[in-house]
């Protein structure tokens, strides 16, 4: 007769498939100059690196994405602004 522990071995367990479905789409995060003012180079890495092992995957990415927008929207308006003082 096979135990519990081999017949679960394979496959998720009924409790864990049902947290996946609960689990709400988190939205990304705004990213704006206020962040940025936030964000000190003097901070602690250590508490960084922790906060952001704590995110899950999907956070990590939006926020990824957050960031790489602001970044291109800024470097939009950086060039926008030197075009001009060019001319």
Same mark, same amino acid.
């Given at each position: 007769?096979?135990?519990?522990?081999?017949?679960?071995?394979?496959?998720?367990?009924?409790?864990?498939?049902?947290?996946?479905?609960? %689990?709400?789409?988190?939205?990304?995060?705004?990213?704006d &100059?206020?962040?940025? *003012?936030? =964000?000190?180079? #003097?901070?602690? $890495?250590?508490?960084? %690196?922790?906060?952001?092992?704590?995110?899950?995957?999907? &956070?990590?990415?939006? *926020?990824? =994405?957050?960031? #790489?927008?602001? $970044?291109?929207?800024?470097?939009?308006?950086?060039?926008?602004?030197?075009?001009?003082?060019?001319?």
């Amino acid at each position: 007769m096979l135990s519990r522990f081999h017949v679960l071995k394979g496959n998720k367990s009924h409790t864990y498939k049902v947290n996946q479905v609960r %689990k709400k789409p988190i939205p990304p995060p705004k990213w704006d &100059e206020s962040t940025t *003012r936030r =964000i000190s180079s #003097e901070r602690d $890495l250590d508490a960084v %690196k922790t906060k952001y092992l704590k995110l899950s995957k999907e &956070e990590l990415v939006n *926020r990824l =994405i957050a960031v #790489e927008q602001y $970044l291109a929207e800024n470097q939009k308006r950086w060039k926008a602004n030197q075009f001009e003082q060019f001319q």
